[in-house]
């Protein structure tokens, strides 16, 4: 390197992409730009309690990022990998020596009819905040319909239903795909504890959305005033439009130090990082430290090293139900869920517990950048393929 300071973009401002940041500050040679569309990190994690009213599901980001990370508050459009800039919907474009590609995922577009123009998806700040305008003027005995059981929809609806609504959780084939049967069972009697109709079933998958309900595979038809869509998520296609390969759904591919198969000055992490076309599941637990790996990527690059290839285990999902109850899945370090859970008050305590940690992992990192650490191992990976030099 010449004795200029390398300039590193970061795409994404999320888990990933803070982390990421506050991470290469261990370099002081290092000019770190962070891009994001809005001025406020967004706590996706809580967003099934803004509706609610329970919090309001943003951290300023003076809180979580480092002295000297430069914000830029735009939407990147496009990444020109033969000058190395990244585009901006308002502003100038920026240049980089490397770039980490940290753009989360968000609602997958669902084609289902009616979906599009009468269900509330909640996988971003604004989509969460047009629901709770249209829950505030709804009467609590009017039914509400979330489609989708994964975290966001038993989380959702348990929420509203501590709150006293008429909930419905359509689930399609099962309830908590990842959960264990015995998870499965603390999630599903704490749902009805709360009051929420669990409707699943091979037949349990909406066809058909309408103002006042849904449709279901076998004809019946479920009322619902206001209906959530949380079935799915999807990634920015940033890397799609900017001619970079990609998985089925948009995804970077990368090599097992998260470097773009097509550059080596493109790094990815969080949710649209999908190293050796195997992506980690979509979270917060695999986001954070993958943001610190794509930042040692780069670190060592600068530094001539060869970068590590990706090492990080899994403990498991935990599922708020409600302010008082919550599911703790456990499972092996390779993300396989364990015949073992903690439910109740106890899970709910330390569902909180996480919650406030990851953001204090962020904090602790802002303020001394390489603090943050992560069970490593997780299960052997495939060996990393030839990287093209861009």
Not at 333 to 341: A, E
């Amino acid at each position: 390197m010449t004795e200029q300071r390398a300039r590193v973009v970061v795409i994404g401002g999320g888990y990933a992409g803070v982390i990421a940041a506050n991470h290469l500050r261990q370099r002081p040679d290092v000019e770190i730009t962070l891009v994001n569309p809005r001025p406020d990190f967004v706590e996706r994690i809580r967003l099934h309690q803004l509706i609610t009213g329970s919090d309001d599901g943003v951290v300023d980001y003076a809180e979580i990022l480092g002295p000297g990370i430069e914000l830029v508050v735009d939407a990147a459009t496009r990444i020109d990998t033969q000058t190395r800039q990244v585009e901006l919907f308002s502003g100038p474009p920026l240049s980089y020596d490397y770039l980490i590609y940290a753009v989360g995922s968000g609602s997958a577009r669902p084609a289902v009819p009616g979906a599009d123009e009468f269900a509330y998806p909640i996988a971003d700040l604004e989509e969460a905040q047009r629901l709770t305008t249209a829950l505030a003027d709804l009467h609590y005995g009017a039914p509400v319909c979330v489609v989708g059981a994964g975290p966001t929809g038993i989380e959702t609806a348990a929420e509203l239903a501590e709150q006293g609504r008429t909930v419905t959780l359509v689930c399609g084939p099962v309830l908590g795909p990842y959960l264990s049967t015995p998870g499965r069972r603390s999630v599903a009697k704490q749902l009805r504890k709360l009051g929420v109709e669990i409707v699943d079933g091979p037949q349990a998958v909406v066809t058909a959305v309408a103002a006042d309900a849904v449709t279901l595979a076998d004809g019946r038809r479920l009322a619902s005033t206001v209906t959530i869509w949380t079935a799915g998520f999807g990634v920015p296609d940033l890397a799609t439009r900017s001619g970079l390969r990609t998985d089925a759904i948009g995804r970077l591919l990368t090599d097992e130090t998260l470097t773009s198969v097509d550059s080596n000055r493109i790094v990815a992490a969080g949710d649209a990082a999908a190293p050796s076309g195997q992506p980690l599941r979509m979270s917060c637990q695999a986001a954070i430290p993958l943001g610190a790996q794509a930042a040692n990527t780069v670190l060592a690059r600068l530094a001539g090293d060869q970068p590590a290839v990706i090492s990080q285990a899994f403990t498991g999902q935990c599922v708020s139900l409600g302010r008082g109850g919550a599911t703790i899945q456990l499972a092996r370090t390779n993300d396989v869920p364990l015949p073992l859970y903690i439910g109740g008050r106890a899970a709910a305590t330390i569902k909180e517990a996480v919650c406030k940690g990851t953001i204090g992992f962020l904090r602790r990192e802002a303020r001394k950048p390489g603090s943050y650490f992560w069970i490593k191992g997780g299960g052997k990976r495939p060996a990393p393929e030839p990287v093209a030099t861009r």
